[in-house]
């Protein structure tokens, strides 16, 4: 019994151990330090160039995500199924294809926009406009997001929504603002 007794406090030494001092993660081969500001460089061309290598091949966007500890974008190409690739924040290699589940009853092509129609060198003006308008001190543009609107009306191109934040809850402001393909505000919320 005593012996049974030490074992369970042997291990739970050895748990309380690795919950305090967990064992470091050996770094991927393709992991850097990044420290440039994803909306104020040229770090969104570099992670869309990543993602299109990871893709092999050309293909039509349905979403675009930068964000502080990622890019993400979904993506079709053969315009029947849909593929998630995420870049994080400090690699070189994009991970995925991830596959991704659709609803709704409109046709795929509706929903997808060519490459071309992103302009990234609008991202820095964006977030310092979205910034001032939103007009939270200390705040910071988190995301910004190009895709369609859930509503829209035919020929509409896809939008930027930028999110502003500071702080955390529960002293967390923040707000999301839109503008349209060629960088005009369109509203705020």
Excluded: C
């Excluded at 040229?42 to 091949?57: C, F, K, N, V």
């Excluded at 979403?63 to 849909?82: N, Y």
């Excluded at 543009?141 to 369609?148: G, L, N, P, W």
């Amino acid at each position: 019994m005593a012996r049974l007794i030490s074992d369970l406090a042997r291990v739970q030494r050895e748990q309380e151990l690795q919950r305090l001092y967990p064992t470091p993660t050996p770094a991927p081969a393709d992991a850097y330090e990044e420290t440039r500001d994803m909306f104020a460089s040229d770090l969104p061309r570099e992670s869309l160039e990543a993602i299109r290598q990871a893709a092999g091949r050309d293909f039509r966007l349905m979403e675009l995500r930068f964000g502080d500890d990622r890019t993400t974008a979904t993506v079709s190409t053969d315009g029947q199924s849909v593929q998630q690739f995420t870049l994080r924040r400090g690699r070189k290699q994009a991970e995925g294809p991830s596959p991704v589940n659709l609803i709704g009853d409109n046709p795929l092509a509706d929903s997808l926009y060519a490459q071309e129609a992103v302009d990234l060198a609008l991202i820095p003006k964006l977030a310092q406009d979205a910034v001032a308008r939103s007009g939270i001190e200390g705040g910071r543009v988190t995301s910004a997001t190009f895709a369609y609107q859930i509503a829209r009306y035919k020929g509409e191109s896809p939008v930027w929504t930028l999110m502003v934040e500071r702080g955390t809850p529960p002293d967390w402001a923040h707000q999301s603002l839109t503008y349209d393909a060629k960088g005009e505000f369109k509203d705020a919320f």
